[in-house]
């Protein structure tokens, strides 16, 4: 690997596209490769054995494929288990994505800030830790769904509209001002989630902070790409059509 390789990201399907997003904004020099594992997806109905098999399999392909580091754009799969893929992937760094919760709390007002993640991601020891060193003065409504993801990954925004107010309830009946998307997928229906809480009700995810995180990586290692623009290319198991069409959305 050298610093002309691509950064490998993976997500168990079009989710991390929206961390992605950043990384190609933040570093438009660096190459990428980004793996959606779709057919597989969701991975927040799975068990943390299953989800580390998945995730491995990926990684593997990211190595036959030189990447000089991962980003597992998966809240789902670094709370299952990025320690242990760490640990059986020792040649490279692995950076994760977990909810943004410190951010939340420094920016909630009010001190009531709600958590929309998965099943598997909400119900994590790792989430509560989180919660635990970083919220200890808020209150923390966390909601934990399986709904959205296999929705967004078929494209199916009527359906979604039509589960969003039912899942969000919990957070407008606590009036929370500040809503971590502790999902990757979140993002990419941000604009209908603040449709249904308001304007007033800020929304946030990792996106950014991964894109400076991966930086620091990269200096530290000095694996910097000294190119003027990076290639990006992306890979799915499930459906290319599918990925092609979010892939345009974003570019939007
Ligand atoms: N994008 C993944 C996450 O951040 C979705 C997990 C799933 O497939 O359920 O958690």
């Given amino acids: 690997m050298t610093a002309q390789s691509p950064i490998g990201i993976l997500d168990s399907g079009v989710g991390g596209l929206s961390v992605w997003r950043e990384i190609a904004r933040f570093l438009p020099q660096e190459q990428t ?9 969701p991975y927040g109905n799975k068990s943390e054995e299953e989800i580390f098999d998945l995730a491995s399999r990926v ?61 598997r991601t909400a119900k994590s020891s790792y989430q509560h830790e989180l919660i635990k060193k970083f919220a200890r003065k808020c209150e923390v409504i966390t909601v934990g769904t399986n709904k959205f993801v296999p929705l967004i990954e078929r494209g199916e925004e009527g359906q979604i509209r039509e589960v969003l107010l039912s899942v969000l309830k919990p957070f407008i009946k606590h009036e929370i001002d500040v809503v971590v998307l502790g999902c990757t997928h979140y993002p990419l229906i941000a604009d209908l989630i603040q449709e249904e809480l308001g304007r007033e009700v800020r929304l946030i995810d990792s996106g950014e902070a991964i894109a400076r995180r991966v930086e620091v990586l990269l200096t530290k290692h000095k694996l910097k790409s000294k190119q003027k623009a990076g290639e990006n290319r992306f890979f799915t198991t499930g459906s290319v059509e599918k990925a092609d069409r979010i892939l345009h959305r974003l570019a939007r």
């Fill in 59 to 119: 990684i593997e392909f990211l190595l036959t494929q030189h990447v000089k580091l991962i980003v597992a754009a998966c809240n789902t799969i670094t709370v299952s288990c990025i320690d242990r893929l760490r640990q059986a992937y020792p040649q490279i760094e692995i950076v994760g994505v977990v909810p943004a919760i410190k951010t939340a709390v420094a920016l909630s007002k009010r001190k009531k800030i709600g958590v929309l993640a998965t099943e």
């Fill in 33 to 41: 490769l980004y793996v959606a594992d779709s057919v597989n997806a």
